[in-house]
């Protein structure tokens, strides 16, 4: 049987999640390893009751919006939740994340990886973001090689998602994406998480915000006019 080599750990005093891995591997006698990410961007954020973006299929929905600024031959996003002790190099970290960071609130991650049919940056806008044409490229709810939550249950969300299918419409090419999460069960959801996007190739540019406003700001865009 082949065993899947991760270094992740989960105590109740302190968070460690492992290097993010991608779907490239290697076999070292029994142990299959991931090949690390060369290029991993994080985001510390907190979601509350009311603060949804949408609802979809009767479940609450968050947003972060990711700018990928060149073509990604493979793309990784993984969630954990909560984050309230986790360390990871350089994360951008949410005003609501710094104000809730000691929060032992959590929810079972869903995930998913989604495009846009917005493709230049001057067009990154709320009014195109608003009526943009999302395509959905991959999801996920339990992963194994993700740590498990304080109740013991592998709840969090890994998916890789790669250019395998040669399909243009669902191409992992230079454009707006967004990363959308809920919980599996309908309700409130409500606690920290991580969430992480890699890709093999350094991807110089890379953005990732809750807002639009912030996601401009990220990509060194004039803040919009206000209507």
């Known amino acids: 049987m082949t065993l899947f080599f991760s270094l992740i750990f989960f105590h109740a005093d302190a968070q460690k999640i492992g290097t993010f891995g991608s779907s490239v591997t290697e076999s070292a006698g029994p142990v299959t390893i991931h090949i690390p990410y060369h290029d991993v961007i994080s985001y510390l954020g ?89 395509i959905i490229l991959d999801s996920d709810d339990d992963s194994r090689e993700m740590p498990k939550q304080p109740n013991h249950k592998r709840y969090n969300s890994l998916l890789r998602y790669g250019n395998l299918n040669g399909s243009a419409d669902e191409a992992l090419i230079v454009g707006l994406y967004r990363i959308g999460f809920t919980s599996y069960k309908k309700g409130d959801v409500k606690g920290t998480f991580l969430a992480q996007i890699g890709s093999p190739v350094k991807l110089d540019g890379v953005a990732i915000a809750k807002t639009i406003e912030e996601l401009r700001k990220q990509m060194n865009l004039p803040e919009e006019e206000k209507k």
């Open 46 to 134: 907190y979601v509350s009751k009311g603060t949804e973006d949408e609802i979809r299929n009767g479940k609450k929905f968050y947003y972060l919006y990711v700018w990928i600024p060149a073509y990604a031959p493979e793309l990784g996003v993984r969630m954990m939740s909560p984050a309230n002790n986790v360390k990871v190099d350089n994360p951008i970290v949410s005003k609501a994340y710094e104000e809730n960071k000691s929060s032992k609130d959590f929810f079972d991650t869903y995930i998913t990886l989604e495009r846009s049919d917005i493709f230049h940056p001057e067009d990154v806008t709320e009014e195109n973001v608003k009526n943009a044409d999302w």
